[in-house]
């Protein structure tokens, strides 16, 4: 890993939600997959650079930013996808590469390269023209009530958030939101990009006033890559009350060196993306 991918320079921020993060909400899983991969790849290949994201906030502990968001929209079947920035072709440095990106609302240039960190630069999903129907799907090691609603690969449906303004798993203040692990255009590859879908009532108010939110998350749902941009573990949002003793029930926490994250906030970061590998 480079210094640059490490430790790259933040722009100023801007804050689109306040929300309130408090006592207990855990993280996933280590940091094996994402840290291994990430060792391996290399700084060989296309695109990548400085680039300018918007995510959920870093709010605590060592990570540089916070961790991508994935613009949402529901589909008229009811499924959850992601949505994946138009391709075009670009001359960079004297070379015609493909590349992911999309002028959207709020002045936000939305583009593949707020992914390409942590290794998940070199992951077939992340590759401009991957064909993939962008759908969430439910993740091996999500939440109690995903494994009573889903297998495993499952595209999940708005119908299951009915109770998103109520739920609760013990961990924090109930009717906060409903989240789901997910992994996302990651159809027969050997590497899942991981997610988290959250539908809270609190993105859903917010955007009513908001551009950005507005063209970004639907009915309250919004999502975000769920990978720590310190050592690439995979944080959690309640899911461990170890989270409670760094103020983080309502946030994420990554266990590996308690970074909390505030999905409520959501911030442009500035930071260096690592080029795809070839």
């Given at each position: 890993m480079?210094?640059?991918?490490k430790y790259p320079a933040e722009s100023g921020r801007r804050r689109f939600v306040k929300g309130v993060v408090g006592g207990g909400a855990l993280a996933g899983v280590g940091a094996t997959g994402s840290a291994t991969i990430n060792s391996l790849t290399t700084s060989s290949g296309t695109g990548g650079g400085q680039t300018t994201?918007?995510?959920i906030e870093r709010v605590g502990g060592p990570a540089p930013r916070g961790m991508p968001q994935i613009p949402?929209?529901?589909?008229?079947?009811?499924?959850?996808?992601?949505?994946w920035p138009e391709t075009a072709t670009e001359t960079q440095e004297g070379q015609e590469i493909t590349v992911a990106k999309e002028e959207m609302p709020g002045g936000v240039t939305y583009s593949g390269e707020w992914f390409q960190y942590c290794g998940i630069?070199?992951?077939?999903?992340?590759?401009?023209?991957?064909?993939?129907?962008?759908?969430?799907?439910?993740?091996?090691?999500?939440?109690?009530?995903?494994?009573?609603?889903?297998?495993?690969?499952?595209?999940?449906?708005?119908?299951?958030?009915?109770?998103?303004a109520e739920w609760g798993n013990g961990i924090g203040a109930d009717g906060v939101g409903k989240p789901a692990l997910v992994s996302w255009r990651s159809e027969d590859t050997d590497s899942s990009i991981t997610a988290v879908v959250l539908r809270s009532p609190r993105i859903e108010e917010a955007a009513q006033d908001?551009?950005?939110?507005?063209?970004?998350?639907?009915?309250?749902?919004?999502?975000?890559?769920?990978v720590c941009t310190h050592f690439c573990c995979?944080?959690?949002?309640?899911?461990?009350?170890?989270?409670a003793r760094y103020d983080a029930a309502d946030g994420v926490y990554c266990q590996c060196h308690q970074s909390v994250y505030d999905p409520f906030s959501i911030v442009e970061t500035l930071f260096v993306a690592r080029p795809r590998t070839d």
């Amino acid at each position: 890993m480079s210094e640059d991918d490490k430790y790259p320079a933040e722009s100023g921020r801007r804050r689109f939600v306040k929300g309130v993060v408090g006592g207990g909400a855990l993280a996933g899983v280590g940091a094996t997959g994402s840290a291994t991969i990430n060792s391996l790849t290399t700084s060989s290949g296309t695109g990548g650079g400085q680039t300018t994201a918007m995510a959920i906030e870093r709010v605590g502990g060592p990570a540089p930013r916070g961790m991508p968001q994935i613009p949402v929209e529901i589909t008229d079947d009811g499924f959850i996808r992601g949505k994946w920035p138009e391709t075009a072709t670009e001359t960079q440095e004297g070379q015609e590469i493909t590349v992911a990106k999309e002028e959207m609302p709020g002045g936000v240039t939305y583009s593949g390269e707020w992914f390409q960190y942590c290794g998940i630069e070199s992951y077939q999903g992340i590759q401009p023209e991957f064909e993939s129907d962008n759908i969430f799907k439910s993740a091996a090691g999500g939440y109690d009530w995903q494994a009573d609603a889903y297998e495993s690969g499952d595209p999940i449906h708005r119908d299951d958030f009915a109770d998103y303004a109520e739920w609760g798993n013990g961990i924090g203040a109930d009717g906060v939101g409903k989240p789901a692990l997910v992994s996302w255009r990651s159809e027969d590859t050997d590497s899942s990009i991981t997610a988290v879908v959250l539908r809270s009532p609190r993105i859903e108010e917010a955007a009513q006033d908001n551009e950005w939110l507005q063209a970004s998350t639907q009915d309250g749902f919004m999502a975000w890559v769920n990978v720590c941009t310190h050592f690439c573990c995979i944080p959690g949002y309640k899911k461990n009350e170890e989270s409670a003793r760094y103020d983080a029930a309502d946030g994420v926490y990554c266990q590996c060196h308690q970074s909390v994250y505030d999905p409520f906030s959501i911030v442009e970061t500035l930071f260096v993306a690592r080029p795809r590998t070839d």
